[in-house]
């Protein structure tokens, strides 16, 4: 309790987002070196991203490009217009002195994200303040030498986009919600492989805590150095936690940029929070504004692919699954079109939703990718076929999935050569089932007399007779045939 007896639950937390994306293109946004992740330090750069004298940023089309597709997927309004801005600073792994980003007019704004739904079906929306244009700063890397601090550049130059969310979120969890819903459009429109461990996706969080009631912002503090989705969620609590404790107490919050710790599961400052004229922004000289034509933006959101929101509706309608079965399935674009291949091929939607989120799954668990699976979709249509034609059993069908999806084998393939394939021959059947009655002749008898409940018993000790290859269900019409006839 403070000294004002107010607690943390008083206080509501406030929670605004800017995520650094970067853009999938082969080369760096201004000049021709290799934007590819894992060179050796240094290796990707050339005199415009090493900020040479004379040396002049040329625009990659690709980037522009991809940052619309993104900001169209977004729902925001792209501009015609917009402007390169110098956004000065002096870090050690900034060649130049300044980053090229955009400031007062950026490329696209006013669009939102849909992260769930209320618990009245209402959606739970997150407004974006804008989608801009920029270039990454390189890499300071401290533990390469001891004592001392490197510099590698190979990322100076890279294409990024900022998404900048309005402060919308009033939780960690939606804040967790809103991370995981934007890295999933981002995956779906292709603009970026969206790869937080190698920096493809970055988040800097800003949070204030108010009184819950309250309607004016508080002082924000950002939180940088999150590298992880459960890490940004660990972060805002311990920072509201730690705001709350200085209001509570009587104190006042200062604006201020704090690091993330997570192996102390503490934030702590790094420097005051500069403001936009801290960075002396101004238009980039070498760069003349970006005019893009009505006709060409337009184009481009016709361009859009499926997006998840959309992929969950018609998976609903199409395949009538459950919400938690298209939850999985569209996780992302390749499961998705995998179950989609699978359903076409087989006719069944819902048998190849069970088999894609129960072995397929386990096996990307396991460290497969669908990109190496050797077991294609097709395939296993084929399997699903041979199921519900009683070719196979669904035990022998979980032993051809393990085998094909080591081999690639064809399903029938294999079921001929491992011996799997269901047993229909009568002679062979009445032969599996007069050898178990004769085994088991207690069993045998109380079923003679009447106890149903030891059909399955015995239908089951026939196929482990048969080793999986008699027809199940004409087992179970010779077995109650004979207890009809009292046999």
């Given at each position: ?13 406030v929670v605004g987002l800017e995520v650094h994306v970067q853009l999938l293109t082969r080369t760096k946004a201004f000049c021709s070196c290799s934007s590819a992740y894992g060179a050796a330090p240094n290796a990707n750069t050339c005199p415009v991203c090493l900020a040479l004298p004379g040396a002049l940023p040329v625009l990659n089309e690709e980037a522009v490009r991809l940052a619309v597709l993104a900001a169209h997927a977004l729902e925001a309004t792209v501009n015609e217009t917009s ?405």
């Open positions: 309790m403070s000294a004002h007896g107010r607690t943390i639950a008083d206080y509501e937390m402007i390169f801005a110098r956004k000065n600073y002096f870090y050690p792994d900034l060649p130049k002195g300044y980053q090229i980003s955009q400031f007062d007019k950026p490329l696209a704004e006013h669009g939102k994200l849909v992260i769930g739904t209320n618990a009245d079906g209402t959606p739970i929306t997150v407004r974006i303040t804008r989608v801009h244009m920029e270039e990454d700063a390189g890499k300071s890397v401290h533990d390469r030498y001891a004592g001392v601090t490197a510099i590698d550049l190979n990322r100076s130059g890279v294409p990024l986009i900022e998404i900048v969310s309005e402060p919308d979120m009033r939780s960690s969890v939606e804040a967790g919600a809103y991370l995981r819903a934007l890295k999933q459009v981002i995956e779906y429109t292709g603009v970026s492989d969206a790869n937080m461990e190698e920096g493809s996706l970055r988040v800097d969080a800003n949070v204030s805590a108010r009184l819950r009631g309250e309607t004016k912002l508080g002082t924000k503090t950002e939180v940088k150095n999150l590298n992880s989705f459960s890490g940004v969620e660990r972060a805002l609590e311990v920072e509201f936690a730690r705001q709350v404790e200085v209001l509570a107490s009587g104190g006042t919050i200062t604006q201020q940029t704090m690091l993330w710790d997570a192996n102390r599961g503490e934030v702590r400052p790094a420097r005051s929070k500069e403001g936009s004229h801290d960075y002396r922004y101004f238009p980039e000289p070498d760069l003349p504004p970006l005019q893009l034509a009505r006709a060409w933006i337009d184009q481009a959101r016709v361009a859009l692919p499926e997006l998840p929101a959309a992929k969950r509706t018609r998976f609903a309608t199409e395949y009538n699954l459950t919400p938690a079965e298209i939850e999985v399935l569209t996780a992302d674009v390749p499961l998705a079109a995998y179950f989609e291949e699978v359903a076409r091929v087989d006719g069944d939607a819902k048998g190849a939703a069970n088999w894609v989120i129960r072995d397929v799954r386990q096996l990307l668990n396991s460290g497969a990718t669908l990109a190496t699976l050797k077991l294609r979709p097709t395939s296993l249509a084929q399997l699903l076929t041979m199921v519900r034609d009683n070719t196979v059993s669904h035990a022998a069908a979980t032993k051809i999935f393990a085998i094909a999806s080591e081999s690639g084998d064809g399903p029938l393939d294999i079921a001929k050569r491992e011996g799997l394939l269901q047993e229909r021959n009568e002679n062979a059947l009445v032969g599996w089932v007069d050898q178990v009655l004769a085994e088991n002749p207690d069993v045998a008898a109380r079923f003679r007399s009447g106890d149903k409940k030891l059909l399955g018993v015995l239908v089951g000790l026939v196929m482990k007779a048969s080793k999986g290859r008699a027809d199940p269900k004409a087992i179970n019409q010779l077995l109650s045939a004979r207890a009809a006839a009292g046999e």
